[in-house]
Each structure stands twice: as C-alpha cells, then as structure tokens.
C-alpha cells in the first residue's frame, strides 16, 4: 500500500477480511508516512501548531457538513478530491476560502504534483490519489 496503511487506504479492506477469515493467522502493518503529511510538507502548509484545530475528511462529504467543517476547523484536508474538486472549488468561492486552499497528487512519489492556483484545476480530469489542503 502507498502511505500509512490505516489511514484512508485499500489495504484496510484486504485486512479485516483476512482477519475474519483466518484470525489464528498474524497480520502486520508496518506504519508508513501519510498523504496528507507528505503532501503538507511539499506545500510547505503547515497542518496544525499550537492550539489549531484539524479536520481530515473524505472529500465527498455531505455539503452542509462540509461547509460546516470548513467553517469551524483552523485546516481541513480533503482526501481523494479528484472526482467533486469543482463542486469543493466552487464551496470554497462561496466561502472566500478560494485563495487559502493548495491541492496536491501523489504526494510524495515522482509524480507529485502541488497546485497553489486552484482555479487552474477548474473542469480538468484529476488523478485519483489527490487530496486538498484548505488552511485559513
């Protein structure tokens, strides 16, 4: 598995099936580095400091908890953006959160891309394992 693998991964699936299915059996996870901190040190955003509040959330969350969460959270981070990013982009507008948000795609591998100009990403096929940072 890419990242940490009991957080927001495929592996948890293939692990509580293996572990209903054969328990006398001992599975290992090996903690790894996380998307979202990989992706905030490539944005250079910080996640939290001192008494800051973080929300991590799948980005298909339901609108008005979302909005809620963008409004109540000092960093919220949108994991696997790609497939409602317009719908999030145009939320963030709504809020004037538009400049305060960076968004990142396969954080920590060759292929990571950082995107500060959220606009830019407006209508455009993204890849699957993207996330977005919102910090105010």
Same mark, same amino acid.
């Given at each position: ?73 000092? #960093?919220?981070?949108?994991?696997? +953006? ?5 719908? =999030?982009?145009?939320? $963030?507008?709504? @809020?004037? %959160? ?10 920590? #591998?060759?292929?990571?891309?950082? +995107? ?5 990403? =407006?209508?455009?096929? $993204?890849?699957? @394992?993207? %996330? ?5």
């Amino acid at each position: 598995t890419i990242g940490d693998p009991f957080l927001y991964s495929t592996f948890l699936y293939l692990y509580r099936i293996f572990r209903d299915r054969y328990p006398d059996i001992p599975i290992e996870a090996v903690p790894g580095v996380s998307s979202i901190t990989a992706a905030a040190v490539a944005a250079g955003v910080p996640l939290a400091a001192a008494s800051e509040r973080i929300a991590v959330l799948p980005a298909t969350f339901e609108e008005e908890k979302l909005r809620r969460t963008l409004l109540d959270f000092d #960093t919220v981070v949108l994991m696997k +953006v790609n497939r409602v990013f317009d719908r =999030v982009f145009a939320l $963030l507008k709504e @809020l004037g %959160l538009e400049g305060k948000g960076v968004f990142v795609s396969r954080a920590g #591998t060759r292929e990571e891309k950082v +995107v500060h100009d959220l606009a830019s990403l =407006v209508g455009k096929k $993204l890849d699957y @394992l993207s %996330l977005l940072i919102v910090k105010k």
